[in-house]
Structures are given as structure tokens and as C-alpha cells.
């Protein structure tokens, strides 16, 4: 069936450094592609997205780059601070189907 | 305020008494979906609604069942519950142009 791939399971850096979080898709059909931020105890909650006819959108601090000819998409933050330590997922699909990778815990150190 | 809710939070059950999930949503969403989270798994979609009497299988159905018979409500049913279902469930909503909204989820757990 259709899956989708997250890397890396974990990552830590430095407050201020950038952290980028990859994934990959089988379903040649998707073509949404949402972020989605975990807290501890809470909700996900949906960060940035990118459909199939863009590149790359950025929202500040974060941007989403996706190759769909590869079929891959990837997660950019840069000058992380600790509040973003969280769980970060990536999905793959259509607005009703929607396939999550297995999650990335980012962990910023002061 | 724009909200998903589903109830109840808690709950802690036996094997075989089924139990209903419920889930509520405000913004008149079409979309409406089930997932449940376990730890290393991320979220595996069990059942989704495209509208009113519209419903298709995630990737992970079995033991599940839903309806959605309004438009904002799309209760989950597990007719009779296992061990391997204890688990944190998430009801979702979204239009047809965003993602999901997610509610607060419900920790199930099946002795």
C-alpha cells in the first residue's frame, strides 16, 4: 500500500542552527503535502503546506520543498529556537486520505 | 470559536463492550477523518468522510466503524474492543482546500 517514509527519527542541534527533516512518498497520486507540529500532550497542529503545481512556499522561519518528480519533499527550519522542540510529521496525499510519516522529534538545546 | 470536539477524553473500557467516540466539528468541514497514534507509528488513518453518507477506509479499519449521517458529526464505533485497540485517537475536519484541524484526541484504553 501506500507509505510514506520520514528521516530522521531524531534530531538535536544548537539554538540558532537550522534543522531540515525529509520525506518520502510511494503514491504517485498525492498531491498535498502538509507539516504538522506536536507538542508534548497535545493536538498536531498543522505548521506549513505545499500542493503538487509548487516548488517551494516559506513561511518564515520555515519553508517546504517538494520534488515531485522524485517524490520527495523536505522541511526547512532555520534559527531554531527551544519552542520549537517537538514532534514534526510530515503527510502525503489528497485532502481526504491522508498518510503520515512515522514522525521527527527535534529537540533544540539552548 | 472554530473547533473539533470529540468525547470523551478519557476512557477505559473491557474487551467486547462496545463504545462509541464521538466527534463534533464547527466550521462546516466537509472532510472529516479517524486516526489513532501509537507511539513509533506516527498517525494511521482508520476511516475518512468525504460528505455526508461518504465514508472510506484508511489504512487501518479493522475493528472500526463510523457513519456519517450530518454533516458535522462522525462518530467512531468499536463494536467490540480488543487490547490492541488501546491507543490515543484523533477525530480530524477539513474544507477541501486545507488540512486538517485535529481535536484534542481520546486515550482509549481496552483491559
Known amino acids: 500500500g501506500e507509505n510514506v517514509e520520514q528521516h530522521p527519527s531524531t534530531l538535536s542541534v544548537q539554538e540558532g542552527d537550522s534543522a531540515v527533516i525529509k520525506c518520502t512518498y510511494s503514491?504517485?497520486?498525492?498531491?498535498?503535502f502538509p507539516w504538522y507540529k506536536q507538542e508534548l500532550g497535545k493536538r498536531p497542529q498543522l505548521i506549513i503546506d505545499?500542493?503538487?503545481?509548487?516548488g517551494e512556499k516559506k513561511d518564515q522561519r520555515i519553508a517546504v520543498t517538494l520534488n515531485k518528480t522524485a517524490k520527495h519533499f523536505s522541511l526547512h527550519i532555520t534559527e531554531t529556537q527551544p519552542e520549537d522542540s517537538a514532534v514534526y510529521f510530515c503527510?502525503?496525499?489528497?485532502?481526504?486520505?491522508?498518510?503520515f510519516g512515522q514522525g521527527t522529534t527535534l529537540q533544540v538545546k539552548p | 470559536e472554530a473547533q473539533v470536539t470529540q468525547n470523551p477524553r478519557y476512557l477505559i473500557t473491557v474487551t467486547g463492550k462496545k463504545l462509541t467516540v464521538t466527534c463534533s466539528q464547527n466550521?462546516?468541514?466537509?472532510?472529516m477523518s479517524w486516526y489513532r497514534q501509537d507511539p513509533g507509528l506516527g498517525l494511521r488513518q482508520i476511516y475518512y468522510?468525504?460528505?455526508?453518507?461518504?465514508?472510506d477506509k484508511g489504512d487501518v479499519p479493522e475493528g472500526y466503524k463510523v457513519s456519517r449521517k450530518e454533516k458535522r458529526n462522525f462518530p467512531l464505533i468499536l463494536e467490540s474492543p480488543s487490547p490492541n485497540q488501546t491507543s490515543l485517537y484523533f477525530c480530524a475536519s477539513s474544507s477541501q482546500n486545507y488540512g486538517y484541524t485535529f481535536g484534542s484526541g481520546t486515550r482509549l484504553t481496552v483491559v
Open positions: 468522510s468525504m460528505n455526508v453518507e461518504v465514508t
Open positions: 503527510a502525503a496525499g489528497n485532502t481526504g486520505k491522508l498518510i
Open positions: 505545499i500542493r503538487s503545481n509548487v
Open positions: 466550521m462546516n468541514h466537509e472532510y
Open positions: 503514491d504517485s497520486a498525492s498531491n498535498y
